[in-house]
């Protein structure tokens, strides 16, 4: 037999057991694809990666295109918890009066945003509290350890990523003393956020702490890694809690000597009643996450003081999960853009937006609305940085301001309606926490904090450079394009 008989021999070989097998897969994978048509930017995005990268695509989606087991998880969470979450609400209900004609009084049409959380049965307005807005690591964390060392009931903790550095392990040297003292503590880490200290939770476990890993990821349910806790929350003997971007980690505290960036981050310390919603949503959570189970009764884990505020003080709260038929973080954005009158300012280190909510800004920016948005001029990402960029020209052309943030990382998840209404939280303007990970934003009517908040808005600007339209134009085009075909992987991020 000849060379060329021997190599017509292996193609036809390849030819019959990889070729055409592969071909199959990839159109039964195709077919797939285009028939989960609730999302077809991503199902586009998906089809890209398997047509290009036929082996690694198929196996990446096998993984982590499909919903799987999570999604069921979830939406079986949904249907089975469903009649026990709604008692639960009642009970919330009962002690939360609302009083939407002072809140109306007060941000007219802004009192919609509320309106919308409380009828879709995503949390109620609270009007007794006070809050405290915390600027970086360095002014939360004492906060944070003041509130703990003071703790006497239970403590209430979930957190995206816990590193077990100098603050994580003050922090855990607290809460085993208290645990051994008896508090409840109770602890929901996401799987890989958090994925160092998960591997020695059983050593800090033995003082009485009691960890929950939220979606933990094996090799029979690496599905599960499309999905993350996000949420950053502590609540404290439930008078006490912490919402807003930042971790328990050194490198938001920009006076660590080993931090090697400047960090820029928001936080709120809230008191009064709406620490009552956080309870009720980490009892929630620590369900789903198959916590041990405990009885949440209202008299021992709701707030119960009497609060008279020095001003006017309205919170309410916006989550998202992937079982959620309603995504109330991205809502509740879309309407309070689309009521604003004068303003809006908007912090995000990540700028994905789905075309819902693109459309807000840019409606919100032709009838007049100033908007700002400001994002990180250098990334921890190349591809969702450039993925980021390449969403702004028609914005640019609508005349949104967008400023690039020079000193650090900007990692703040803020946005300020008409100084009138305020977001923080965890909820970054992506696809991925608008629709995909287990999120929270803090929604607050509060002058003093809605000021503050805008003061930091103006000093972050000094320490940014604006984008033009004319300076994206001007970029090279192989930036340009580049950006453009992140912007294709835009969905799977």
């Known amino acids: 037999m000849d060379t060329l008989s021997i190599l017509k021999n292996i193609w036809d070989f390849i030819l019959l057991w990889y070729w055409i097998p592969l071909l199959i897969i990839d159109i039964a994978v195709i077919i797939l694809i285009v028939s989960d048509n609730v999302n077809p930017p991503k199902a586009l995005a998906w089809l890209l990666v398997v047509i290009f990268l036929p082996v690694a695509g198929i196996i990446l989606y096998f993984f982590f295109g499909?919903?799987?087991k999570t999604d069921k998880r979830f939406?079986?969470?949904e249907k089975t918890q469903r009649k026990q979450i709604l008692e639960k609400w009642d009970q919330l209900t009962q002690i939360l009066k609302k009083d939407f004609?002072?809140?109306?009084?007060?941000?007219?049409?802004?009192?919609?945003?509320?309106k919308y959380l409380n009828n879709t049965y995503t949390a109620p307005p609270t009007?007794?509290?006070?809050?405290?807005?915390?600027i970086n690591g360095e002014e939360k964390f004492p906060e944070?350890?003041?509130a703990l060392q003071q703790?006497?009931?239970h403590i209430h903790l979930e957190y995206y990523i816990f590193e077990e550095d100098e603050i994580g392990k003050t922090i855990l040297e607290i809460l085993e003393n208290k645990a051994k003292n008896g508090v409840e503590v109770r602890v929901i880490l996401d799987d890989l956020g958090s994925s160092r200290l998960n591997k020695k939770i059983k050593k800090y476990a033995e003082s009485g702490i009691q960890f929950q890993i939220m979606l933990p990821v094996h090799f029979n349910s690496l599905a599960n890694s499309n999905y993350r806790d996000h949420r950053k929350i502590l609540i404290v003997d439930g008078e006490i809690a912490f919402v807003g971007g930042i971790n328990i980690s050194d490198k938001y505290i920009n006076t660590n000597k080993n931090n090697k960036?400047?960090?820029?981050?928001?936080?709120?310390?809230?008191?009064?009643?709406?620490?009552?919603?956080?309870?009720v949503r980490f009892w929630q959570s620590w369900i789903m996450a198959k916590g041990k189970f405990y009885q949440f009764k209202p008299e021992e884990y709701f707030y119960k003081k009497t609060i008279k505020p020095k001003e006017e003080t309205y919170v309410s709260f916006a989550f998202t999960s992937p079982g959620n038929k309603i995504q109330s973080a991205l809502e509740s954005l879309i309407l309070a853009v689309y009521l604003a009158k004068r303003k809006v300012q908007l912090c995000t280190p990540y700028f994905i937006p789905t075309d819902t909510f693109k459309t807000a800004l840019m409606v919100a920016a032709s009838k007049g609305v100033e908007i700002e948005l400001m994002i990180p001029n250098k990334g921890d990402s190349a591809v969702v940085q450039n993925a980021s960029l390449s969403f702004l020209k028609p914005l640019l052309r609508r005349n949104v301001k967008v400023y690039l943030y020079e000193k650090g990382f900007i990692h703040a998840k803020t946005v300020n309606i008409d100084n009138q209404l305020a977001f923080i939280g965890t909820v970054n303007l992506d696809t991925r926490s608008f629709l995909i990970n287990m999120e929270i934003n803090a929604v607050i009517h509060n002058r003093t904090l809605l000021q503050q908040l805008d003061e930091q808005f103006e000093k972050d600007k000094k320490v940014s450079t604006m984008m033009t339209l004319e300076?994206?134009?001007?970029?090279?085009?192989?930036?340009?394009?580049?950006?453009s075909v992140c912007r294709l992987l835009a969905p799977l991020l």
Do not use: P
Not at 105 to 110: E, G, K, T, V
Not at 264 to 278: K, P, Q
Not at 477 to 483: G, L, P, S, T, V
């Open 75 to 77: 939406q079986k969470f």
């Open 127 to 134: 009007i007794r509290n006070e809050v405290k807005l915390l």
């Open 471 to 483: 300076r994206w134009e001007k970029t090279s085009i192989f930036k340009r394009a580049f950006a």
């Open 101 to 114: 004609l002072e809140i109306e009084n007060h941000i007219d049409d802004l009192s919609e945003v509320y």
């Open 66 to 68: 499909q919903k799987f």
């Open 144 to 146: 944070v350890l003041k």
């Open 261 to 279: 960036i400047y960090w820029r981050d928001t936080s709120v310390m809230i008191r009064g009643e709406a620490i009552n919603i956080l309870q």
């Open 151 to 153: 703790a006497e009931r």
